[in-house]
C-alpha cells in the first residue's frame, strides 16, 4: 500500500537514492518532463530528494569558509562603512592581551581605544520583543572581520575563571556583568545593529520578490488558463511561506550554539548560514523527487479526489507555516517534519477517516519527542565531561586541546561521509571513501590550528611547573571548577571556536540540501497537479522552483531567525566554545546513529536535548526550567495545533474551489 509523508527535517541520512524505488517493485521509467507530471497520484506521496553529493566537495567548502574567514579585512569609508561597522568589529577589548581574536591573527598592537557602537537613531520598524543579548561584546575594536569573535574574558565569568586575566582594575570594574548587560533584541534592527530603514529596506525587498518572482517562473507561465494561473501563483507563495518559516526556525539547529558561544557573531552567522543553506538546496538535491514507501497518509483512500488533495496538501503547507512562524515569534524550536505530519493528519482523519492515516508511523514520529532530547542530553552530557576531564584538567590544556581537534573532527568527517554522502554501494569503497575524507579534514584542522597558534603551543609547552602538574593531578574530579587560565584558555577556547565554526557550516550546508524538501517537495506535487498529466513515481522539480526554495529560508533566516538563535544559544544555558562544541558534536553524532538504526529521530529535538545535557554537566541550576517548560509545551502541541489549522485552512480553500472551479 504506497503512502505518503513528509521528508524528517534536520536528518542527514534521509537522502534517497534513484534505485530504492527499483529495489522496492517499482517499474523503471523515463523521468517525465515539466509539462508531463502526475496528478491524480502524485499527492499519495511526500517526495523527497534522491541523490549524490561528493562529501570531499563538501568538506572543501566548510572548511575553507571557516578557513578565510580570518584572514579578510576591509578597509573602506568611514562615512560608507558605519551602519556595517559592529560587524566588522565585533571583539571585546577590556584591556585583555591576546584574547582568542587576536590570537588566530597574530596581532601585536597595543590597548585601542574602543570605537563607540553604531546604533540606530529611528524609531524601530517591527513591534518589540525582549530578547536576551546574543553577544558578549560591549566594546569594539578596530575593523576587522575576527572568527571566533569573543575574547577570553567574554567566557571567563560563565567557566568561573577571573575575569581580570591580562587587564587593568579599571578595565575590569568598569565592565558591566552579564546580568547587567542584556540588550534588548527586540526586532530585525536591534538585533543586527541596524536602522529601522535598512531593516525596513530588507523586509521590503523580499516581499517583493516573493510577490512578484513567481509570475517569471515557468511553472506559472505553463499553467492553462487563468484559473491555473492563479492557482499556481498561491501554490508557489504557499511553498515559499513554508520555506520562509523553515529557514526562520530549523536554521537555528546549526548556527544557535555558535552565536551563544561567541564563535560567530550573528550576523557572521546569518551571513554564513545564508550562503551554505541556498548552496545545500540548491547543490546537494538533484532536480528529481522519488516517493517515500513509508507515510503517514493511506494513499488509497484519496484515489480520484484530485481537487480534494490539492486542497489538502497546499493547506498542510500554509498550516505548518502558521505554526512554525508563532513558534519562530516566540522564539520556540519546534520539528518541521512534525509540523507538517500535524497537519497531514488532521486533513486526513476529517477528510479520509480514521483508516487514512498509519497510525503506527505517527506514533514513531511522536515518540522522537522523548527519543531526540533524551539521546541528545545523554551524549552532550559525556562528550562535556570528557573534555572537562582530559582537556581542562591536563598538564598543558591547549596542547591537549590541539590534539583532541584533529581526532574530533577524523570521526566526526567519516561518520557524516559514510552514513550521509556514500558514493557507491560496495560497503568497502564507501569505508575508504569515508575514511579518506576523515584523514583530509583532520590534518586540514590540525594544519589550521599549527598556523594559527602554533607560536602560542610552543611557548606554553615549557611554561608548565611543578606546582601546575601537581594541582592538576590534585583537582581530578573538580575540574569542572577549576581549569586552564590565561594563555592557556586562550588556546582551548580558540581551538573549540574553530572546530565549532566548522561543524556549523557542515550542519548548515547539510540542512539546506534535506529540509528545503519539506516545502519544495509539496509545492512541486502541487504545481503537478495543476498541470495535469499521467500516473508516474518521479516529480520533475524545475531549477528555479529549487532555487525558490533555498531563496526562502535564506530570507526567513534573514528577517526572524534570531529568534529561535537566541533561545537555543542564550536561552536554555550559557554556552562557550567548548560547550557549543560539545552540543552540535553530540547531536550530529545521535543524528547519524540513530538514522541508522532507523530509531525515530528529529535534528531539532535532539540538539535542545544536547544544549541542556551540556548544562546539565555544569549542575542542575545551569539550566533554566522556565525556557525548558515553554520549548516541551511548544513540542506537545505542534501536531494537534497543526492539524487543527490544517483542517480549517482545506475547508477554506474546498469552499473556494468550489466557487472558481
Not at 92 to 121: E, M
Not at 191 to 210: D, E, L, M, P, W
Amino acid at each position: 500500500m504506497k503512502s505518503w509523508a513528509p521528508t524528517s527535517g534536520g536528518n542527514l541520512s534521509r537522502i534517497h537514492c534513484h534505485h530504492s524505488l527499483h529495489a522496492a517493485g517499482t517499474p523503471s521509467a523515463k523521468t517525465p518532463s515539466p509539462s508531463h507530471l502526475p496528478f491524480s497520484t502524485c499527492l499519495q506521496f511526500l517526495p523527497t530528494y534522491h541523490g549524490r553529493t561528493s562529501s570531499l566537495s563538501l568538506l572543501l567548502l566548510s572548511t575553507s569558509l571557516a578557513f578565510l574567514l580570518p584572514h579578510l579585512s576591509f578597509t573602506s569609508p568611514s562615512s560608507l562603512m558605519a551602519p556595517f561597522s559592529p560587524y566588522f568589529s565585533m571583539t571585546r577589548c577590556n584591556g585583555v592581551r591576546g584574547g582568542v581574536s587576536s590570537l588566530l591573527l597574530r596581532d601585536t598592537a597595543a590597548r585601542v581605544k574602543p570605537a563607540i557602537p553604531y546604533a540606530p537613531s529611528l524609531k524601530t520598524w517591527f513591534p518589540k520583543r525582549k530578547l536576551p543579548q546574543l553577544s558578549h561584546r560591549i566594546d569594539t575594536c578596530t575593523c576587522r572581520l575576527r572568527t571566533p569573535c569573543a575574547s577570553v574574558s567574554s567566557y571567563a565569568s560563565a567557566d568561573d575563571e577571573p575575569t581580570n586575566i591580562g587587564a587593568s582594575k579599571d578595565a575590569v570594574e568598569t565592565e558591566p556583568s552579564a546580568s547587567n548587560s542584556e540588550l534588548e533584541l527586540s526586532d530585525m534592527a536591534d538585533a543586527f545593529h541596524i536602522s529601522s530603514r535598512t531593516a525596513f529596506a530588507i523586509t521590503a525587498t523580499i516581499v517583493f520578490a516573493a510577490l512578484t518572482f513567481p509570475l517569471a517562473m515557468r511553472s506559472v507561465s505553463q499553467a492553462v488558463g487563468t484559473k491555473m494561473k492563479v492557482l499556481s501563483y498561491l501554490t508557489i507563495l504557499s511553498g515559499f511561506y513554508m520555506a520562509w518559516n523553515i529557514g526562520a526556525n530549523d536554521v537555528a539547529n546549526a548556527m544557535g550554539t555558535s552565536v551563544g558561544s561567541g564563535a560567530l557573531t550573528l550576523r557572521q552567522a546569518v551571513l554564513t548560514a545564508a550562503v551554505l543553506e541556498f548552496s545545500g538546496a540548491f547543490l546537494m538535491g538533484t532536480h528529481v523527487t522519488n516517493t517515500m514507501q513509508k507515510g503517514i497518509l493511506v494513499a488509497s483512500v484519496f484515489q480520484g479526489k484530485d481537487s480534494l488533495l490539492f486542497a489538502g496538501l497546499l493547506s498542510s503547507l500554509a498550516a505548518a507555516g502558521t505554526w512554525l512562524q508563532v513558534a519562530s515569534f516566540f522564539g520556540w524550536p519546534v520539528s518541521t517534519t512534525h509540523c507538517i505530519v500535524g497537519a497531514m493528519v488532521g486533513f486526513g482523519l476529517v477528510y479520509g477517516g480514521v483508516g487514512a492515516v498509519f497510525w503506527s508511523s505517527l506514533a514513531r514520529v511522536s515518540s522522537s519527542w522523548v527519543i531526540s532530547p533524551l539521546m541528545g542530553a545523554a551524549a552532550s552530557f559525556l562528550v562535556y565531561k570528557c573534555i572537562r576531564r582530559f582537556v581542562y584538567s591536563a598538564p598543558n590544556p591547549g596542547q591537549a586541546a590541539a590534539a583532541a581537534a584533529p581526532i574530533a573532527v577524523f570521526l566526526g568527517v567519516t561518520g557524516i561521509s559514510f552514513a550521509a554522502f556514500p558514493l557507491s554501494e560496495i560497503f568497502l569503497i564507501v569505508l575508504l571513501q569515508a575514511l579518506a575524507c576523515g584523514t583530509i579534514g583532520a590534518l586540514i584542522v590540525s594544519y589550521v590550528i599549527t598556523k594559527q597558534l602554533g607560536h602560542l603551543l610552543s611557548s606554553e609547552a615549557d611554561k608548565p611547573t611543578a606546582t601546575d602538574n601537581q594541582s592538576a593531578q590534585n583537582i581530578g574530579f573538580l575540574s569542572d571548577i577549576a581549569g586552564p587560565r590565561g594563555a592557556q584558555l586562550e588556546i582551548v577556547y580558540g581551538v573549540f571556536g574553530y572546530m565549532q565554526v566548522l561543524s556549523a557550516c557542515f550542519m548548515s550546508f547539510a540542512h539546506g540540501g534535506n529540509d528545503v524538501s519539506n516545502a519544495i517537495g509539496p509545492l512541486a506535487a502541487a504545481l503537478a497537479i495543476l498541470q495535469g498529466g499521467a500516473s508516474g513515481a518521479e516529480i520533475v522539480i524545475p531549477l528555479e522552483v529549487l532555487a525558490w526554495g533555498g531563496f526562502g529560508i535564506v530570507a526567513g533566516l534573514t528577517m526572524w531567525g534570531y529568534r529561535v538563535i537566541a533561545t537555543i544559544g542564550k536561552k536554555i544555558t550559557e554556552l562557550t566554545p567548548t560547550r557549543g562544541f560539545a552540543a552540535e558534536f553530540a547531536a550530529a553524532s545521535v543524528v547519524l546513529v540513530a538514522s541508522k538504526l532507523g530509531l525515530p529521530i528529529s535534528a531539532t529535538h535532539t540538539l535542545v536535548g544536547a544544549v541542556m545535557g551540556v548544562g546539565f554537566a555544569r549542575g542542575l541550576n545551569s539550566v533554566r526550567a522556565e525556557t525548558v517548560r515553554e520549548i516541551v509545551a511548544s513540542w506537545l502541541v505542534t501536531i494537534p495545533v497543526g492539524a487543527i489549522l490544517s483542517v480549517f485552512y482545506t475547508w477554506i480553500l474546498t469552499k473556494l474551489l468550489s466557487i472558481v472551479l
